[in-house]
């Protein structure tokens, strides 16, 4: 579609326009939660069962929302391109790949062909990703510390859930690599992130959200140092007791999430809490029953209450036409 028509089309607000790339972060969490419960069910022997619908709806829900915004990038390619472009939002394309790289997790024991599938899609599309964010950060002219939030752990830190999968579909170097990758850029974006924090001031509302992200590297570090070594070890244990360490902070701060206005960027509550929860169910599959049985489960209720209150403010917002409005996203 040419420029021209493109503005022909913009002469009223579009819904679709500003569908925005955040609406990849309901896929993270969807697929975070569905995996979490797969997990507990087996782990935990629970009788719920209810895996395969948690699974099912949330194929459903990241079909539509890949769907939406493919049209968009038909209908409104500058849209996408100005996201791409801008400082703070080209952190959450790669979250794009990353949905494929769950989904792949997610069906690896269900339909292991659409698990490789997407494992390559996803893998190849957020290796390139990552190198083009990282040339952006090299090579940038456009960005200053007030861009800087949790959100820029996405493309690069990434990397570390590779080998989730990956271990099943790839030669194990493939996976060491991405692993590497990911854990090389992690404690460096955290030293700039909290310098960013300490000495520049508070994120934008929006972004406060983000800060669960910080939870989100260290957990799913020892989820893939799981898969890759087939034991926790003690390096899992020390990822484990950093991840443990930011929840707890982020519990320690709840009075300031609690007052802020729903922002799409809420569901960057969801991805971490069920990458935590997936990584205490290690902790408790190797432990045998005792504490971290206790807190993988606490946990799980609380990611579910979670995923239904976010799916619940999600379509109230929706129905009053308060999300995909200019700069929501």
Same mark, same amino acid.
């Given at each position: 579609?040419?420029?021209?028509?493109?503005?022909?089309? !913009?002469?009223?607000?579009?819904?679709?326009?500003?569908?925005?790339?955040?609406?990849?972060?309901?896929?993270?969490?969807?697929?975070?939660? &569905?995996?979490?419960?797969?997990?507990?069910?087996?782990?935990?022997? %629970?009788? *719920?069962?209810? +895996?395969? =619908?948690? $699974?099912? %709806?949330?194929?459903?829900?990241?079909?539509?929302?890949?769907? *939406?915004?493919?049209? /968009?990038?038909?209908?409104?390619?500058? +849209?996408?391109?100005?996201?791409?472009?801008?400082?703070? /939002?080209?952190?959450?394309?790669?979250?794009?790949?990353?949905?494929?790289?769950?989904?792949?997790?997610?069906?690896?024991?269900?339909?292991? +062909? *659409?698990?490789?599938?997407?494992?390559? %899609?996803?893998?190849?599309?957020?290796?390139?990703?990552?190198?083009?964010?990282?040339?952006?950060?090299?090579?940038?002219?456009? =960005? !200053?510390?007030?861009? *800087?939030?949790?959100?820029?752990?996405?493309?690069?830190?990434?990397?570390?859930?590779?080998?989730?999968?990956?271990?099943?579909?790839?030669?194990? !170097?493939?996976?060491?690599?991405?692993?590497?990758?990911?854990?090389?850029?992690?404690?460096?974006?955290?030293?700039?992130?909290?310098?960013?924090?300490?000495?520049?001031?508070? $994120?934008?509302?929006? #972004?406060?959200?983000? $800060?669960?992200? %910080?939870?989100?590297?260290?957990?799913? &570090?020892?989820?893939?140092?799981? /898969?890759?070594?087939?034991?926790?070890? !003690?390096?899992?244990?020390?990822?484990?007791?950093?991840?443990?360490?930011?929840?707890?902070?982020?519990?320690?701060?709840?009075?300031?999430?609690?007052?802020?206005? #729903?922002?799409?960027?809420?569901?960057?509550? +969801? #991805?971490?809490?069920?990458?935590?929860?997936?990584?205490? $169910?290690?902790?408790?599959?190797?432990?045998?029953?005792?504490?971290?049985?206790?807190?993988?489960?606490?946990?799980?209720?609380?990611?579910?209450?979670?995923?239904?209150?976010?799916?619940?403010?999600?379509?109230?917002?929706?129905?009053? /036409?308060?999300?995909?409005?200019?700069?929501?996203?």
């Amino acid at each position: 579609m040419t420029p021209e028509k493109e503005i022909a089309l !913009d002469h009223k607000p579009s819904r679709l326009k500003n569908f925005g790339i955040s609406w990849f972060g309901v896929v993270m969490g969807m697929f975070g939660f &569905a995996i979490a419960v797969s997990r507990a069910e087996e782990i935990l022997h %629970l009788k *719920l069962h209810v +895996s395969p =619908y948690v $699974l099912a %709806l949330t194929a459903v829900v990241s079909l539509a929302i890949a769907s *939406l915004y493919l049209a /968009k990038a038909v209908r409104y390619p500058r +849209s996408v391109l100005d996201e791409v472009a801008h400082p703070q /939002k080209i952190s959450f394309m790669p979250t794009i790949t990353i949905g494929l790289i769950l989904t792949s997790i997610a069906f690896l024991q269900i339909s292991p +062909s *659409l698990s490789f599938w997407t494992w390559v %899609l996803g893998t190849a599309g957020h290796f390139f990703l990552t190198l083009y964010v990282v040339s952006s950060w090299v090579h940038h002219t456009r =960005y !200053d510390i007030k861009h *800087l939030n949790p959100a820029w752990f996405i493309p690069v830190v990434g990397n570390i859930l590779v080998p989730v999968a990956g271990v099943s579909h790839a030669p194990i !170097d493939v996976s060491w690599f991405f692993f590497s990758l990911g854990l090389f850029f992690w404690p460096v974006l955290m030293s700039i992130i909290f310098y960013r924090l300490l000495f520049h001031g508070s $994120l934008p509302e929006r #972004f406060i959200p983000t $800060l669960f992200i %910080l939870i989100a590297p260290p957990a799913v &570090a020892l989820i893939s140092w799981y /898969k890759l070594t087939g034991s926790t070890g !003690d390096f899992g244990r020390v990822m484990y007791g950093i991840a443990l360490f930011f929840f707890v902070l982020i519990l320690f701060q709840a009075k300031y999430f609690v007052r802020l206005k #729903f922002y799409l960027s809420w569901w960057a509550y +969801s #991805f971490p809490v069920a990458a935590m929860t997936i990584a205490t $169910l290690i902790m408790g599959e190797e432990s045998g029953p005792g504490f971290y049985h206790v807190l993988a489960v606490g946990l799980l209720v609380c990611l579910a209450a979670l995923v239904a209150l976010l799916i619940i403010l999600t379509g109230i917002n929706i129905s009053r /036409k308060a999300i995909c409005v200019e700069e929501d996203h």
